[in-house]
């Protein structure tokens, strides 16, 4: 892929850094820590923010052959963008979708018991049209209670999907709620319920099917690796960590330790420079008041871009490796920086200069998620089709 850089978008005073050289050590990084299983990159929601189609085939390049959407037509994206290798959709087939996913060589997620007889119902349509199987992926809840079938049901809905002409059960898979939290006793619990459900299939003389995934970033990390039965392989479904997005403080300590980087930086350019008087206000609402003669900065990002206006007063952005403190309301476009008494370091702050949001030179987004109220994967998800993304360091 051709490289681009800061002069592709001369027009943007704002622009998302994505540096896929970092993506490439975490990808190495992480595939070797979680070996034997494979990684799953998972690119949902436009890659975290970070562009599905350059992130997909960085990782396709790095050899990840297994690839996570939440929606079929993040998948069909994909496929049109020319990636192959094997695209898992997490999210709930229709019945209106599955010549879709056949033609698209997309692997569905068999999500409750309706969806497991309907994709049994259509799969021999689908296979003729296609000439190969439907792929699917039987979705076991053992406790987040967002998607997937109740462990007692599972062996019954394996065996009718094997039996289903046309249908080639590659999966069978879970979803933890709390893996990013180190002592949370409940990942271990979702963890037995699993384990349970493969000892109910060895008694029902139900084979397991021949992948098994449960681990996101928080249990590749933070939880030992599953024992898995003769004939299963495994996978491992993680996204944050791939782009240096540690979801809790646990994870983040764990990331470090593993060498993971940031690829992600926002960087906005300041735009004006002022001076205010002591007892003068910034900023809509009138929430800053400057008890000083004070320096103020205001850098072109706002809502409109995703930054969360939930930082208003609380968030940071650093110039020139120093942070400064988010003065008043993030607006739409604009947010101001106080950057101290007229005579201090923040003096040096000049019109053009570039501030950093988040990611190297900055806080972290980490950081700026606690700050906002939110996690990592929201601010870098949260960041709108408004703020270019500029790719760097391919090797
Ligand atoms: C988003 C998602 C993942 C990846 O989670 P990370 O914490 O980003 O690693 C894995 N599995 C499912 C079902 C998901 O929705």
């Known amino acids: ?80 963008g020319g990636i192959g290798g094997h695209v898992l959709v997490l999210g709930t087939p229709f019945a209106d979708e599955v010549a879709t996913y056949a033609a698209h ?37 053992t406790g987040m209670h967002r998607l997937g079938i109740a462990p007692e049901a599972v062996p019954d809905v394996l065996a009718r999907l094997y039996a289903a002409d046309g249908a080639k059960v590659a999966g069978l898979w879970t979803h933890f709620a709390t893996a990013d939290e180190a002592a949370s006793p409940f990942a271990a619990t979702q963890a037995e319920r699993f384990a349970s459900l493969r000892a109910d299939l060895a008694r029902a003389g139900v084979p397991a099917p021949p992948l098994l995934h449960v681990a996101n970033s928080g249990a590749a990390l933070l939880r030992e690796p599953l024992q898995l039965p003769a004939g299963t392989a495994a996978l491992a479904r993680v996204g944050g960590l791939a782009y240096g997005l540690p979801s809790s403080p ?63 007063n609380v968030g940071e952005a650093a110039i020139h490796e120093r942070r400064y403190p988010i003065a008043g309301r993030v607006c739409m476009d604009l947010t101001m920086l106080d950057l101290g008494l007229p005579g201090g370091a923040g003096a040096a702050v000049r019109v053009g200069d570039e501030a950093v949001l988040f990611g190297h030179g900055g806080p972290s987004a980490l950081e700026v998620a606690e700050r906002a109220g939110t996690i990592s994967y929201a601010v870098t998800a949260g960041l709108t089709a408004r703020v270019p993304r500029v790719y760097t360091g391919t090797r």
């Open 1 to 80: 892929m051709r490289a681009s850089n800061a002069h592709d978008t001369p027009h943007s005073p704002l622009r998302a850094e994505i540096d896929l050289g970092a993506l490439r050590r975490n990808v190495r990084r992480l595939r070797a820590h979680v070996a034997p299983a494979a990684l799953a990159g998972t690119v949902k929601a436009d890659a975290y923010g970070h562009g599905a189609l350059p992130i997909a085939r960085t990782m396709t390049e790095e050899g990840v052959d297994w690839l996570c959407v939440a929606r079929l037509d993040e998948g069909v994206a994909l496929r049109e």
């Open 105 to 141: 060589r997309l692997d569905a997620t068999v999500t409750s018991e309706p969806v497991a007889a309907m994709l049994a119902a259509q799969a021999r349509k689908a296979a003729q049209a296609t000439g190969r199987p439907l792929r699917v992926h039987v979705k076991a809840d």
């Open 250 to 312: 646990d994870l983040a300590a764990a990331a470090d330790r593993l060498g993971l980087e940031p690829v992600m930086r926002l960087v906005a350019r300041v735009v004006h420079v002022q001076t205010i008087a002591a007892g003068e206000s910034v900023s809509y609402g009138q929430t800053w008041t400057a008890s000083a003669p004070t320096r103020i900065a205001t850098l072109a990002v706002g809502y409109g871009d995703g930054f969360p206006r939930s930082l208003s």
